[in-house]
């Protein structure tokens, strides 16, 4: 059921229901997705650039997702792409972890058996991308792991 303020007495806001924090929360949540989204702009731009052929963008299968996915003279390049605005607590490529790792080998496995390429190399990349202001800083990271868990 949706209320507005006028509609509940002060003080008896259902529970569960944060006045305003769920408007800070989709603000905060489009910040993010702009954010990413001109970075993923940005690290596909960079690939291609770089003589890649972007295959794919943003692919999902379930809950897996693979940010860029593209071709090089080495093989499939699956890049996880981390951008961050200026001041970040870390850098972006740090928050690659292994749950972040084993899902990307994993929607990669998926990828490969979907395309019929399960014969190609396939190298796990990350970019970072940082804004600051209108200036962004772009590292490439190629072969950032080997997937040793599979």
Known sequence: MKYRETDVPAGHWPAGRNRGGDMKKAAGD???????????????AYLVEAGHIVLARNWRAGHLEIDIISMAADGIHFVEVKSRVLPAAAAPEENVGLSKRRRLVAAAARWLGSSGMTDTDCVFDVISVVFDGDRYDVRYFPQAFIPLFI
């Open 30 to 44: 489009d910040r993010k997705r702009t954010v990413g989204r001109r970075g993923e702009d940005i690290a596909a």
